[in-house]
């Protein structure tokens, strides 16, 4: 079992920039990949970024050149800087990971609000 705990939401304007952080703990030997969704009100839910072990990585085309995903596996930890943000950035955002047994996992979300 993996349990996943985000930090780092918050109020921005726009513009700004904000850090998320997103740390794995439990019995598990290996999660991967290990990303973030975001979730706006009254749509699905997306991918904004995922990565494998810190080397491959995968951005949503909306936030290319603005956001970048990194890892510390030896902490088990992803990390989400999000620079340049825009308002329709806001969005409850989602950490993700995936176990060996390719069991999915998410965290409980972090609130996101970018104002204009």
């Known amino acids: 079992q993996v349990q996943l705990v985000e930090s780092g939401g918050g109020l921005v304007q726009a513009g700004g920039s904000l850090r998320l952080s997103c740390a794995a703990s439990?019995?598990?030997?290996?999660?991967?990949?290990m990303g973030w969704y975001r979730q706006a009100p009254g749509k699905q839910r997306e991918l904004v970024a995922t990565?494998?072990?810190?080397?491959?990585?995968n951005y949503a085309d909306s936030v290319k050149g603005r956001f970048t995903i990194s890892r510390d596996n030896a902490k088990n930890t992803v990390y989400l800087q999000m620079n340049s943000l825009k308002p329709e950035d806001t969005a409850v955002y989602y950490c993700?990971?995936?176990?060996?047994?390719?069991?999915?996992?998410w965290g409980q979300g972090t609130q996101v609000t970018v104002s204009s």
């Open positions: 993700y990971a995936r176990d060996n047994q390719f069991r999915d996992y």
């Open positions: 439990g019995i598990f030997f290996s999660i991967n990949p």
């Open positions: 990565t494998t072990t810190g080397v491959s990585t």
